[in-house]
Every structure is written in C-alpha cells, then in structure tokens.
C-alpha cells in the first residue's frame, strides 16, 4: 500500500495551469476526507496558487515562481527546508514538476505513469498511477486515488470557499449592477489559438441583452490580448458590457460565481464555473471537449467545432486542430445561450420581456 495510516504528510505538484488545479480539488479533498489528521501541502505557480487560498482541504501553499529562474529555484528549495513529507505525488507532465518533488525528500514519490510523461519526468517517481489510456483530465487526477487505495468520490466535490471579506464584495459589485441576470464572457485563454475571434463578441453581447435582459460582463486577465478584445467590445456593442479584467484571480473568481451564465473558451473560468456550480458555454475547437471541456454537467451547453459531425468524440485524442475556433458562429453560441436560460437559469432570474425593458 503506498498510503499506510503511519503517512500524514502530503506534498500535491500540480503547478499549473488554474484549470488543472481545479481538476486537482477533487483528490486534495478525497484524502483529507478519508483521515484528517493528514496535512496537504500544495505547490502551484503563482496565478494558480490563488485558487488554493481559503481552501478547507489545504493546509499550506508552496508558491513556485518559475519565471525567476535560478531565483525562483533557489526560493522554492528554501520553502521546503525544514518540512518532512511522507508522500509527493507529482501530477505535472513535463520537467517542472519534477524540481518541488525531489525538493520535498518524501521517500515516496508518486507519478504520472511514463506513457502520458514527457522528458524523462517518470524517472523521479518510485511509484506511478495505474497505466490507461487517455481520459479527460479530471478522470487522469482521480487515478491518484486509485494508487493510494481511497475511493473516488461520488459525487466530486471542489469546495472552492471564499472568504467573508470576498464574499462581501462580490455582494457589493453585483448589487450595483442593474436588476437581471448577469452574463459573463471570458476573453481569452492561456493559448491564443484556443481563443474566440474578439468581433464576434459584438453580436453576442447584443443578442444576449436583446433576448435575456442580461447585464454583461467581460471577463479575464491583464493580457494585452485581453484588453484588446474588451476594447473592442465595449466600443462596438449596443449593450454596454462591463468590463471586470483585472490582473487579480481571486476577483476573477467570484466574478464567475456571481454570473447566472459564463460563456468561455477553453480556460480555467471555465473550469471555475463549473466547479461552482455556473452554467457555462463552452467553446471548443483547438482542444477536444471530451478531454478538457466541463467534466460532469453542463455538456449540453458545449459548442463543439473540433469534432467533424461524423466523429464519435474521443478522450483518448490530445492533438491541438488549429483554425477550428473561427467555425463557432454567434448564432451557434445564442442557441446554447438561450438552452441555459431555459434549463439552468432559475425563473425568478429571467424577464419575461427583455426587449420591452430596454425601451
């Protein structure tokens, strides 16, 4: 058994991207659960690392600055200096995650198995999950159960937890917006190729506060890419988007919960929105939604461009199709609009004639 009862220390690499840490919420929680005693050490790059603060089945958060280089290596062996682990599992696929492993000096390391590894990263575990194919992302992380004998919850909980002072000014920014359903749209995402042509956003907007009375929020990073597009936006739309970028994840984060629908590329809002319990409509054509779209609900609401009509979609396929995003239409993403509203979005929040109300 690779977690005897005698392990009470655990070292989680999951370092990036917001995304996979939220797929990897699931896990941390599942091994709190099954023995509390047991203390959760998390290393994440810093914009992830944010979604970890607050979180019940956390204990402490070791922030890997990569881009500092030698700098950041150096920081990141002294954060570990004086703390023992029982247990690191490595959950990262290339070279990075293998410095806070070795790092931590836990006499088991546990890993990715060496067919869904890159540069030589299997080689710095002594045990490895269970060999499969290809699952969607969540279904990989969950293998790390398997391996430690605890079973996979049923059903998965991520229990993302923001704080008294968060919540009060979630409250304070939604109150102040006008009465109606609020409608968020991510900008961007961490590959330009995954990302939604910007002018179309335009005729999104419009047809969203057209059709639902909807307030509409733009939503992302400090990109410059990001910025563009909102630019764009609120100069071309009719329905005089708010625009929320900020270089600040926690922000992000409760932006999304106060949404009653999230439209978004491929990212991690998206993966956000799901995991709070947000309607979200996901766009997908460079990445395949069976691998990395919303994992348990909401795959009604998925534009799907990176499969043909005649292909069964496949978990098990990885390979990026570029040029995909430019065949999602605005029409496409209104229908999946409209099918929220309808299916998901509570009655007390809709209007009844929100074409009337704008007069």
């Known amino acids: 058994m690779i977690l005897d009862e005698r392990a009470t220390e655990i070292c989680i690499v999951l370092l990036t991207g917001i995304g996979d840490v939220v797929h990897g919420l699931p896990v941390a929680n599942a091994i709190k659960d099954a023995d509390r005693t047991r203390r959760i050490t998390w290393v994440a790059e810093p914009a992830p690392a944010a979604v970890l603060r607050e979180h019940p089945s956390v204990d402490h958060v070791i922030v890997f600055r990569k881009y500092d280089g030698t700098d950041g290596l150096t920081r990141l062996r002294d954060d570990f200096r004086g703390l023992r682990f029982d247990l690191t599992m490595n959950m990262q696929r290339h070279f990075k995650g293998v410095f806070p492993t070795v790092f931590s000096g836990a006499p088991t390391r546990l890993g990715l198995d060496r067919e ?15 060999r499969g194919p290809w699952a969607h992302t969540q279904d990989m992380l969950l293998r790390f159960l398997d391996s430690l004998g605890i079973p996979r919850p ?95 994840v926690r922000r992000m984060m409760w932006t999304v919960g106060g949404c009653d629908v999230l439209v978004s590329p491929d990212s991690g809002p998206l993966h956000l929105a799901h995991a709070l319990g947000v309607p979200v409509v996901g766009l997908y054509g460079h990445t395949n939604p069976a691998r990395v779209g919303p994992y348990s609900r909401f795959h009604d609401l998925v534009v799907d461009a990176y499969h043909d009509p005649d292909e069964t979609p496949d978990p098990a396929a990885t390979r990026a199709r570029s040029g995909r995003m430019d065949r999602i239409s605005a029409t496409d993403v209104v229908e999946r609009v409209d099918r929220a509203f309808a299916h998901y979005v509570p009655p007390a929040r809709r209007r009844a004639n929100p074409t009337e109300d704008r007069k």
């Open 154 to 248: 049923d059903p998965l909980e991520w229990r993302i937890t923001f704080s008294e002072a968060e919540l009060a000014d979630q409250a304070r920014f939604f109150d102040g917006l006008p009465d109606g359903p609020v409608v968020g749209l991510v900008l961007g995402s961490n590959v330009v190729r995954k990302d939604w042509p910007a002018e179309r956003y335009v005729e999104l907007s419009d047809a969203i506060a057209d059709r639902h009375g909807a307030t509409v929020l733009l939503v992302g990073g400090p990109a410059e890419r990001e910025r563009a597009a909102a630019d764009l936006i609120v100069a071309r739309s009719k329905a005089t988007p708010v625009s929320t970028l900020a270089d600040d």
């Open 116 to 130: 869904k590894v890159r540069e030589g990263v299997w080689r710095f575990s002594n045990h490895h999950i269970e």
